[in-house]
């Protein structure tokens, strides 16, 4: 393989796991057909599918539809455009931010996480520093002060994230509850 050629995946092939980093989209120069490119902490590839594809199919994977993340996203930011989406557990919530609407087609989708820093005062293409062997540095199609604001409603969705452990109710002890039988089927009434 050339070192500048990526793997590439199908849609069906990837599983989403906590060392994606980045999830951007490309197109082939031949014939334009589109790809996302996918930076994990170790390694780099291409999945032959559009990142709106990509991203739903994450969702999918955690349980929920964009939509829902989105929803829930823009209950807890009160903002309404460019909304970052929280996937999996109350206790790790894994948080992707979009630079650009989810809905447009050129939108890549960071990991909070991975982000170490950005570049200040950048009108457009912000770099941000990435917890990264491969590419500690990667280009954005958006502003400092676009990504920063990207970055603070990552950081209050996942502080309220955490805070729906506390509504899942306790446990309740065997001990303290009755099997529905014939011998009771009237207490339901």
Not at 72 to 87: D, G, Q, V
Request: one cysteine or more; proline letters at 5%; glycine letters at 2%.
């Amino acid at each position: 393989m050339k070192k500048d050629r990526l793997p590439v995946i199908l849609l069906e092939d990837f599983r989403f796991n906590d060392a994606i980093q980045v999830l951007a989209p490309v197109i082939s120069k031949n014939n334009q057909q589109r790809f996302t490119y996918v930076l994990e902490k170790q390694r780099e590839y291409l999945i032959q599918s559009s990142i709106k594809r990509v991203i739903r199919k994450c969702c999918f994977l955690f349980g929920t539809s964009l939509d829902e993340a989105l929803r829930f996203s823009r209950m807890i930011t009160k903002a309404t455009n460019k909304l970052p989406i929280a996937l999996g557990t109350s206790d790790q919530p894994y948080i992707l931010i979009p630079t650009l609407s989810p809905d447009r087609p050129y939108t890549m989708w960071l990991a909070y996480n991975a982000i170490l820093n950005c570049d200040v005062n950048s009108k457009v293409d912000c770099v941000v520093h990435l917890d990264n062997q491969i590419r500690p540095f990667f280009k954005t199609n958006v502003s400092t002060a676009t990504l920063q604001t990207q970055i603070t409603r990552a950081m209050f969705l996942k502080r309220n994230y955490r805070l729906l452990k506390d509504l899942i109710p306790e446990p309740i002890s065997e001990n303290h509850v009755v099997f529905i039988d014939s011998n009771n089927l009237k207490r339901l009434d």
